[in-house]
Structure formats: structure tokens, C-alpha cells
């Protein structure tokens, strides 16, 4: 069966501060992996797709850029943290492009920037 | 432009059902999907629609109908769990997801 890891659970950071979010899935290969995050209250908001390694699409224009350097592996960066940046990280990933692209989600990061 | 319209907050009481409404705007469609969302954790999957019509798991049901860009969840004897969040999300012809911004359910014992 299929499994996804996202680390770490909850990190405290200070501003201008580097980050580093990263998710691995298991039991599968080639998934469609995203990066969303949400904000209190809010919905999902969508900030990184990957279609394969290397392949990153960016849907929202911001100081965090993600990285896939293995088939499972999908890693969420920023070199110096915003106090807007602060919110719920969530990783996922899906089996393809088509039909029932159904989600599964990693546990989540929660990120306080002070 | 693409949208998601859910109600914001639902009560509910235990043991009764509750019916919570999603339509949606988008550039073509491939689908419609519900999560359920508790306080603090990851969403979870439920249901996927892509024809119109009711479609049945156990005690939760999930109705589309596309010529009118809506869809609902239905919730039957409730449960003091089902206390969460539910995301309505449409994909569309790109097969992307848009997400609506979840319904607070409350259940009341």
C-alpha cells in the first residue's frame, strides 16, 4: 500500500530564516506530488505541482520554491521566511493526470514564522 | 474565473442528517470531490462524482448534477465525529483542482 511522510510536524522559525519542508511516498511510482497550504480558515491554496522529477510548476508567484530530485521525493524551500508565510503545509500526491485524480495527503507542517 | 461556493458553518444535531450544498464555477469539468477535514489534520478523501446522480457510501451520499454546477454532500445519523470540515473541490479540464474554502460542520449532541 501506498504511504506519504511529510517532516517536520511543526516548526517555530524567525523571520528571514531558511526553510526546508520535505515529503517521500511510498509504494508507488512516478505520482503527481503537490504543495499546498493553507491558511487559517481558508481553503487549500495550490503553490507547487510536480509531474515528474525535475518537472516543477509554480501557481503562486512567492519566496518559496520547490525541488523534486527523486521520483518520490518533493522538497518545499525558502531561503529567508516571510511572517506571511506562516501556515499549514500539506503534501500529496495522486496517480495521474486523468480520471478520479484523487488526493492523498501527508499529515502536514505547521509553520509559525514570529 | 474559476469558483467554489460553500456555505461557511453548518449546525447539525446528533443522530440527524444534514445536507451540505456546493456549486461551482469552471473551465470545463472532470469531476467533483469531497474531503473531510478535522481541526488540525490533513484532509481526507470521500467521495468522487462525475456523473450526475447520487452516489451511496454507508452513511454519507454524494449528489452532482452538471447542467446545474452543483453538487452536495449528504450526512446521515450523525455522529459526534463527523464534527470536521468539508472541502468541495471541482477539477477542470486541465485537471486541476479548485477548492472551495471547506464548510465548518458543528454537531451538537
Known amino acids: 500500500s501506498q504511504t506519504i511522510h511529510q517532516w517536520p510536524a511543526t516548526l517555530v522559525q524567525p523571520v528571514g530564516s531558511p526553510l526546508s519542508l520535505e515529503c517521500t511516498v511510498e509504494?508507488?511510482?512516478?505520482?503527481?506530488l503537490y504543495w499546498y497550504r493553507q491558511a487559517a480558515g481558508r481553503g487549500l491554496q495550490l503553490l507547487f505541482y510536480s509531474v515528474g522529477i525535475g518537472q516543477i510548476s509554480s501557481e503562486v508567484p512567492q519566496n518559496l520554491s520547490a525541488s523534486r530530485p527523486q521520483d518520490r521525493q518533493f522538497i518545499l524551500s525558502s531561503k529567508k521566511l516571510l511572517l506571511s508565510d506562516s501556515g499549514f503545509y500539506l503534501c500529496?500526491?495522486?496517480?495521474?493526470?486523468?480520471?478520479?485524480?484523487?488526493?492523498?495527503f501527508g499529515a502536514g507542517s505547521r509553520l509559525t514564522v514570529l | 474565473g474559476q469558483n467554489i461556493d460553500q456555505p461557511t458553518e453548518m449546525t447539525a444535531t446528533e443522530g440527524a442528517i444534514v445536507q451540505i450544498n456546493c456549486t461551482y464555477q469552471?473551465?470545463?469539468?472532470?469531476?467533483l470531490f469531497w474531503y473531510q477535514q478535522h481541526a488540525g489534520e490533513a484532509p481526507t478523501f470521500l467521495s468522487y462524482?462525475?456523473l450526475d446522480g447520487l452516489e451511496e457510501k454507508g452513511r454519507f451520499s454524494s449528489f452532482l448534477s452538471r447542467s446545474k454546477g452543483y453538487s452536495y454532500l449528504l450526512l446521515k445519523e450523525l455522529q459526534m465525529k463527523d464534527s470536521a470540515s468539508y472541502l468541495c473541490?471541482?477539477?477542470?479540464?486541465?485537471?486541476?483542482?479548485?477548492w472551495g474554502a471547506g464548510t465548518k460542520l458543528i454537531i451538537k449532541p
Open positions: 469552471t473551465s470545463g469539468f472532470n469531476g
Open positions: 509504494g508507488t511510482s512516478n505520482p503527481n
Open positions: 473541490a471541482a477539477q477542470d479540464s486541465n485537471y486541476q483542482l479548485i
Open positions: 500529496a500526491w495522486s496517480p495521474g493526470a486523468s480520471g478520479a485524480n484523487v488526493l492523498t
Open positions: 462524482n462525475v
